[in-house]
């Protein structure tokens, strides 16, 4: 055999004889490996993950990673929202740069002390036509959140004989809002139930419900956020007062969280959809 034959097979050994070297390092004398604190299951562990890494497209991984941001705003928006109802933080304290527009009930914001009328432009016996009324006052102000809260004498008075005509009222006013008020973002309350013996005097106030399925869906085809206070409602009918319409002092806290909370509810949204977007 001469030189160069036996130069060549060397060489096509080396990587065999590397290898062999190799396992032996790390399987014959584990105690002076690089990394001692690494034992043999960590050690599997990764190589599995690397693996399970490899079999995952970038798609996979970017929803892994959006699922995770994901649960940390939940939690974060969850430990925001304790605080507020257990009373740590006053929820008053958080409504500042806002405009809030409605009938007589809204009016209890500021009847009872809650809100300042500043900022609350409620009527009694108003309906959404009435928000036209206050524009000029809305662009003055410049809001960053407008609430719209009727819904009682929409209903009651017979304007909109159906729901999609409410809800095609509902529309406009929204597009008026946001051609004047372009950087405001506008949540929509659903209406305040009536209960006995309002039915009495206003038997079109049973169809309440209704309404609000009609604007519930409407704000959620168009990404107009939607404040449901209907539950609160319900669990609280020792907060209405003899009329069946109107609410007691007690009531406005509850409602006041219900509005601030989807304010921060949609802030934690865009944070979301921020995140994903990066």
Same mark, same amino acid.
Request: overall charge negative; charged content about 25%; some cysteine.
């Given at each position: 055999?001469?030189?160069?034959?036996?130069?060549?097979?060397?060489?096509?050994?080396?990587?065999?004889?590397?290898?062999?070297?190799?396992?032996?390092?790390?399987?014959?004398?584990?105690?002076?490996?690089?990394?001692?604190?690494?034992?043999?299951?960590?050690?599997?562990?990764?190589?599995?993950?690397?693996?399970?890494?490899?079999?995952?497209?970038?798609?996979?991984?970017?929803?892994?990673?959006?699922?995770?941001?994901?649960?940390?705003?939940?939690?974060?928006?969850?430990?925001?929202?304790?605080?507020?109802?257990?009373?740590? =933080?006053?929820?008053?304290?958080?409504?500042?740069?806002?405009?809030?527009?409605?009938?007589?009930?809204?009016?209890?914001?500021?009847?009872?002390?809650?809100?300042?009328?500043?900022?609350?432009?409620?009527?009694?016996?108003?309906?959404?036509?009435?928000?036209?009324?206050?524009?000029?006052?809305?662009?003055?102000?410049?809001?960053?959140?407008?609430?719209?809260?009727?819904? =009682?004498?929409?209903?009651?008075?017979?304007?909109?004989?159906?729901?999609?005509?409410?809800?095609?009222?509902?529309?406009?006013?929204?597009?008026?809002?946001?051609?004047?008020?372009?950087?405001?973002?506008?949540?929509?309350?659903?209406?305040?139930?009536?209960?006995?013996?309002?039915?009495?005097?206003?038997?079109?106030?049973?169809?309440?419900?209704?309404?609000?399925?009609?604007?519930?869906?409407?704000?959620?085809?168009?990404?107009?956020?939607?404040?449901?206070?209907?539950?609160?409602?319900?669990?609280?009918?020792?907060?209405?007062?003899?009329?069946?319409?109107?609410?007691?002092?007690?009531?406005?806290?509850?409602?006041?969280?219900?509005?601030?909370?989807?304010?921060?509810?949609?802030?934690?949204?865009?944070?979301?959809?921020?995140?994903?977007?990066?």
């Amino acid at each position: 055999m001469n030189s160069r034959t036996w130069g060549c097979k060397a060489l096509t050994l080396l990587p065999l004889v590397f290898f062999l070297l190799l396992i032996l390092w790390i399987f014959v004398f584990p105690s002076k490996r690089s990394v001692p604190d690494a034992t043999d299951a960590q050690v599997a562990s990764g190589v599995e993950w690397l693996r399970q890494q490899e079999a995952n497209s970038p798609a996979d991984v970017e929803a892994k990673l959006k699922a995770i941001r994901q649960a940390e705003l939940d939690e974060k928006r969850d430990e925001w929202l304790a605080k507020l109802r257990s009373g740590e =933080i006053s929820v008053w304290s958080l409504f500042d740069d806002y405009a809030m527009l409605g009938d007589s009930r809204t009016m209890g914001f500021t009847y009872y002390g809650y809100l300042t009328s500043d900022r609350v432009f409620a009527d009694s016996g108003a309906t959404i036509e009435k928000v036209a009324d206050h524009l000029d006052e809305l662009i003055e102000l410049n809001p960053s959140s407008i609430f719209l809260t009727y819904g =009682i004498n929409d209903v009651g008075i017979g304007y909109w004989p159906t729901p999609e005509d409410y809800v095609n009222k509902m529309s406009d006013t929204l597009d008026l809002l946001k051609e004047n008020l372009p950087d405001a973002t506008v949540y929509v309350c659903s209406i305040i139930p009536a209960i006995d013996p309002a039915f009495e005097r206003g038997p079109a106030w049973r169809k309440i419900p209704d309404y609000n399925d009609a604007v519930r869906a409407f704000c959620e085809e168009n990404g107009t956020p939607y404040v449901d206070i209907t539950q609160i409602c319900e669990e609280h009918t020792d907060l209405y007062q003899a009329d069946g319409v109107h609410m007691m002092s007690e009531f406005y806290p509850l409602w006041g969280i219900e509005l601030i909370s989807e304010v921060y509810n949609y802030v934690f949204v865009l944070e979301s959809t921020d995140s994903a977007a990066e």
